[in-house]
């Protein structure tokens, strides 16, 4: 449905920056590219979300969609429509394009009420475009009910709640009907809980609607709890794209991996590949390496990804395991629902997470099992 190929902004200096494969500064020293080549596909009715560290380029890539910035180079498309085109040199107004936007700094309109923050975007419209009266009331009647917020219609704005401010935010941006809804961090002001409970509102009314999103958010649980799909990124460009699930067991690269999650990573050196099953010599010995997506030729380096729930842990040796390493608890930290060992094995620390039942005394030497089909090759580098 939207379509962003190839999207570069870069900031400051003298003249047009060219396209350039990575962010950052530029040889002038002044030029930042905020973002250096985004390219990534929106489907219909999904949530769809941007993730990545702070300063990674996704306000300026939102803002791109939006029409708020005039970026350098790239095409964005929406449906069969051309929203931006670089080449083409085609960059429709922000107010043409028809798309919600509730951004971080949810700014709602102090004095005006609840009902008439809501029918504001529509009050301002040319009056060819406008909507009659009485359908601007049944819009605005219609969002205030799918937020929640029909009992304080008449309040004023200010003395809501912060949760209800955000829904307000959000029923003044579902009130254009929008093809596409853009959301920037919508929920960072909130507090822990309200957070919580706001995520799985969104989501919901996302689903009922049938809206097509974009989500920014620099939180990985976040991110991971409510998208369809989550595109990756640093440095001002994706580095994968794919459903959480997919994100989380199969990381494309060591960024993604400890950016989502923690693990544990292992070098080593590919001796043997046999269908789907890779062994690969470590320091530590061999480690094998079922269901891999990649087939990385013999004598490569690669570097294995670990997650910490998936190593078990014990004082006995388990007979017969495949990838099995002894050590010595250092540390353990009780997390309520889980208990963290840190594991030395040899030169190395491993990260367990297990089950709070399972405590063992720093000191102990216990044994490490991994099974292969929970070890992720990850391309090294
Ligand atoms: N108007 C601007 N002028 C100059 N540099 C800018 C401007 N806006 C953003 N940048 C720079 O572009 C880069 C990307 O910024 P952006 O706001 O897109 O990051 P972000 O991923 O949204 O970060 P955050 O999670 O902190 O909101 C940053 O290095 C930022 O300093
Ligand atoms: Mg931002």
């Known amino acids: 449905m939207l379509i962003v190929d190839g999207l570069v902004k870069s900031y400051g200096g003298a003249g047009r920056g060219r396209a ?45 969609i939006a029409g708020l910035e005039n970026p350098d180079g790239g095409r964005i498309t929406l449906a069969d ?3 931006f085109d670089a080449s083409a040199r085609v960059n429709v107004p922000a107010n043409r394009r ?77 009130v254009i009907q929008p093809d596409l809804m853009l959301l920037d961090e919508p929920l960072s002001n909130l507090d822990a809980k309200l957070r919580e409970n706001m995520r799985f509102e969104l989501k919901r009314l996302q689903r009922e609607l049938g809206l097509t999103a974009i989500y920014v958010t620099h939180d990985q649980s976040e991110a991971l709890v409510m998208s369809s799909r989550v595109a990756v990124m640093n440095k001002g460009l994706i580095e994968q794209v794919g459903k959480p699930r997919q994100i989380y067991t199969n990381p494309a690269s060591r960024f993604v991996a400890e950016f989502i999650g923690t693990s544990n990573f292992v070098k080593g050196i590919v001796v043997s590949v046999a269908g789907d099953e890779v062994s690969v010599d470590t320091m530590e010995g061999r480690l094998v390496v079922r269901g891999a997506t990649s087939r990385p030729p013999v004598g490569d380096e690669v570097l294995l990804s670990i997650r910490p729930e998936c190593i078990s842990l014990s004082v006995e040796r388990t007979a017969g395991a495949v990838n099995e390493w002894s050590g010595e608890v250092l540390t353990r930290a009780f997390l309520g629902d889980a ?42 580098g």
């Open 20 to 64: 350039r494969a990575s962010a950052g500064k530029a040889p002038d020293g002044e030029r930042v590219f905020a973002v250096g080549g985004a390219s990534f596909e929106v489907v219909e009715g999904e949530l769809f979300t941007l993730l990545g560290p702070s300063g990674c380029g996704k306000t300026t890539t939102l803002r791109s």
């Open 98 to 174: 028809a798309l919600g936007m509730v951004f971080q700094s949810y700014a709602i309109w102090p004095h005006m009420s609840v009902f008439k923050n809501v029918s504001f975007p529509l009050d301002v419209l040319p009056r060819r475009e406008r909507p009659r009266r009485a359908e601007i009331t049944e819009r605005v009647e219609r969002a205030l009910e799918v937020t929640e917020l029909s009992d304080y219609a008449a309040r004023a704005a200010t003395k809501l709640s912060g949760g209800q401010q955000q829904r307000l935010a959000l029923a003044r941006a579902l």
């Open 81 to 83: 429509r051309v929203l």
């Open 339 to 380: 208990v963290d060992h840190v594991v030395g094995v040899s030169k190395l620390e491993i990260r367990t997470r297990s089950n709070p039942t399972l405590s063992i005394e720093p000191g102990t030497r216990v044994h490490l099992n991994v099974d292969p089909a929970k070890v992720t090759l990850v391309p090294a």
